[in-house]
Each structure stands twice: as structure tokens, then as C-alpha cells.
């Protein structure tokens, strides 16, 4: 016996596989913006985030007045990076999560340009302290020319100190912060190295042939000392280096890229 199709039960079964085709789809679309939620919630609600930061600061102030007792054979300054650093883009970071999109730089210099980051907890409270000292500071970012002078009013905004142009080094056409470290050590003797990425102390962590683990390993001695480094759950070279080289990746590609690369037990 043939059965009269039911329209409504028709019109439901065709969105039921209409949604079973494009969920598969739709969750993968998100799980790059899910992957960031927890870094972007850890930075901005949790206590350890904060504590982390005051760790660092509190670290470089130490290593700061361990160095200054000797005198050095050209005047000191300090080399320090400056998002997620001294300010805090956690809300760029943020906006992405909530219109579940991936990094976009007009996204990003619609932020910038706002000159409205907050200061990372610590950051503040040392610069000025190394001020009061008589070193001079060097922002060196790879932030880009365009975002120099709302960089400069945010900064000012708080009394960051020496926040002029010859203090901000900002990337022209390399992302590799090397040849600027090099001009600002034909002056100064660098007494510290402040980041959140371990490009903004050495080329050699992130160089191609070498292991990036190995390479922390045999400079441990330097972290904490030298190189006073920052928490950045959000971004950085290490994300980087999960993915293939000079190969263009959608954000979807990549967020399964980072699910391949999870360790289990």
C-alpha cells in the first residue's frame, strides 16, 4: 500500500539532513575560536595570570639591582616588547572569540588604533622604577609604522617613560627583531630582555634545523635573569610552529592541525 507523504514530516526530514550534513562543517568552523576562549578567559579572570605577571616584574626588578651594582662600559637601558607585555590586547582577542573569526589586521589595527589597552599587572610600576634609576627604555614591537602614534598615546596615556620615536623600534620590513636589538647594543648595554615570546630575546629559539625545547634547555640559566618572560596563552611564535611552512592555512585547517598535535596518554 502506498502512503500519502506527509509534507511537514518531508520538509523536517530534508532540514534533519540538512543539519547533519553542515554540523560537522559548522563545529569545525568554531573550534578555532573555542580553542581561544579559555586562553582569553585565563588571561582576563584568573588570579594566576596576574600573579604570573607581578612573578615577572617582581624577577626583573631583582635582576635589575643585581646588575647595576657593577658599573658597565656603555650606558644601560633595557629592551622591552610591548603587547602582552606592558599592554594588554586580551579584548581584541576577545572580539574575535565573539564574532568567531580568526586574526584579521585591520581587525587588529581597528584596536590598536583605539590607544585603549590596559597595562599588563607589573609592568607599569617597573618602568618606572627603571626610570628612576637613570636606564633608558627601548620598545622594540612588531607592531607597524602605521600604529606608531596611537601606540605612543597609549603608552603616554599611563606615563610609560622615554615613549618617543627614537625609543619605539617598530617593524619596517621584517618581523625579525635581531637587527634592532643589534642598533639599540652599539649604545647601550642591554641589562634586560622583557617579552612574551622568546623571539623578543633571541633568533635562536625559533630558527630553522633547531629544537625549540633544546634550545630553552640549554639557555635555562638565562630565564629569570636576563630574559624575564611574560604569560601569553593567546598567540605567538609557538603556534607557528605547529603548522607546515609557507603553506596558506584556513583557520579550520589549522584549528584540526592543533587537535593532531595534542599529546594523550
Known sequence: MLYPINKNRRGKALWLGFLLFILPFSGICQEYTKDLTNAVLWQQRSGEYRALCFQAYNAARFSLNEKIRSPGEKPRCIVVDIDETLLDNSPQSGQSVLKKIGFDLAEWKRWTNLAKADTVPGALSFLKYVAEKNIEVFYISNRDQSELNATIENLNRYGFPNVDRPHLLFREDTSNKQQRRDFVSDRYEITLLI?????????IFYQEGKETDSEVDRHASLFGVNYIILPNPMYGD?????????KQLTEEEKAIIRLEKIKGY
Open 238 to 246: 609557538w603556534e607557528q610552529a605547529l603548522y607546515p611552512k609557507k
Open 195 to 203: 617579552g612574551d615570546n622568546l623571539s623578543d630575546f633571541s633568533t
